[in-house]
């Protein structure tokens, strides 16, 4: 695992004579995910959340049958392929009979794959693997978690409000867990003008797993409101 975070500390320094090589294999690993992507024969939503939550928690319960019922609406689920919440929301996808993926990260401290996963990949470098929880997704459900669950909310957040890609519902589950956020940032961010009232409009607030599902079915730009899955 230490020759992959040294080969991205490498590519992150200022100078280095392997730029070509570099490229190359960063090129290749988006090749592979979107070919992995496109496996994908239905709408999809991701769901992230911490990887140490234990199962038979509130939280990992909440995600397994927020899952199982996206599945049973007709969604794959997506998430990051470890342990925690991924493994839950992975679990309960299988248990509602539908597609479940898994986009893994090596890390140097090992991050295994949860064994629920229909479509899996391991991917080397974050960035990649951010680029394929988004293309491959028609919404997001974030449970509670840490600094990387809170990278995955901002750039999904930040790619909508740009424009980068279109709107899609994003939906934070566990209104205990996310209120003061949500506050901070209304009472900071908009506060001094550095975000609009339509950007906090972008999060919705819940506590029941099918509230989730719907808020996602009813908000997303799909083939699932078209009946055509």
Same mark, same amino acid.
């Given at each position: 695992?230490?020759?992959?975070?040294?080969?991205?500390?490498?590519l992150l320094?200022?100078?280095?004579?392997t730029?070509?090589? #570099?490229?190359?294999?960063?090129?290749?690993?988006?090749?592979?995910?979107?070919?992995?992507?496109?496996?994908? #024969?239905?709408?999809?939503?991701?769901?992230?959340?911490?990887?140490?939550?234990?199962?038979?928690?509130?939280t !990992?319960?909440?995600?397994?049958?927020?899952?199982?019922q996206?599945?049973? /609406?007709?969604?794959?689920?997506?998430?990051?392929?470890?342990?925690?919440? *991924?493994?839950?929301?992975?679990?309960?996808?299988?248990?509602?009979?539908?597609?479940?993926?898994? $986009?893994?990260?090596?890390?140097?401290?090992e991050?295994?794959?949860?064994?629920?996963?229909?479509? /899996?990949?391991?991917? +080397?470098?974050?960035?990649?693997? +951010?680029?394929?929880?988004? +293309?491959?997704?028609e919404? $997001?459900?974030?449970?509670?978690?840490?600094?990387?669950?809170?990278?995955?909310?901002?750039?999904?957040?930040?790619?909508?409000?740009?424009?980068?890609?279109?709107?899609?519902?994003?939906v934070?589950?566990?209104? #205990?867990?996310?209120?003061? *956020?949500?506050?901070?940032?209304?009472?900071?961010?908009?506060?001094?003008?550095l975000?609009?009232?339509?950007?906090?409009?972008?999060? !919705?607030?819940?506590?029941?797993?099918?509230?989730?599902?719907?808020?996602?079915?009813?908000? *997303?730009?799909?083939?699932?409101?078209?009946?055509?899955?």
């Amino acid at each position: 695992m230490s020759t992959n975070s040294e080969h991205d500390r490498r590519l992150l320094r200022r100078t280095h004579e392997t730029i070509a090589g #570099d490229i190359s294999l960063i090129a290749s690993e988006f090749l592979a995910g979107f070919q992995e992507v496109e496996r994908i #024969d239905r709408p999809a939503v991701s769901i992230f959340g911490s990887a140490r939550v234990a199962e038979g928690s509130a939280t !990992y319960e909440a995600a397994r049958e927020t899952a199982r019922q996206f599945a049973q /609406a007709g969604l794959g689920v997506v998430t990051g392929g470890g342990p925690g919440v *991924m493994e839950a929301a992975n679990r309960g996808a299988k248990e509602g009979g539908g597609l479940s993926i898994g $986009f893994n990260i090596l890390l140097p401290h090992e991050q295994g794959l949860n064994p629920y996963c229909d479509i /899996a990949r391991t991917f +080397k470098h974050f960035y990649v693997r +951010k680029v394929m929880f988004v +293309k491959a997704a028609e919404g $997001f459900v974030i449970f509670p978690g840490g600094f990387g669950t809170m990278d995955e909310l901002y750039e999904a957040l930040t790619l909508i409000q740009t424009g980068k890609i279109g709107t899609f519902p994003v939906v934070l589950f566990d209104r #205990d867990y996310w209120e003061e *956020m949500i506050d901070w940032i209304r009472g900071e961010m908009l506060a001094d003008g550095l975000v609009s009232p339509d950007d906090l409009d972008l999060l !919705y607030l819940t506590d029941e797993p099918q509230e989730a599902v719907d808020r996602i079915v009813t908000k *997303m730009p799909s083939r699932l409101q078209e009946g055509t899955v």
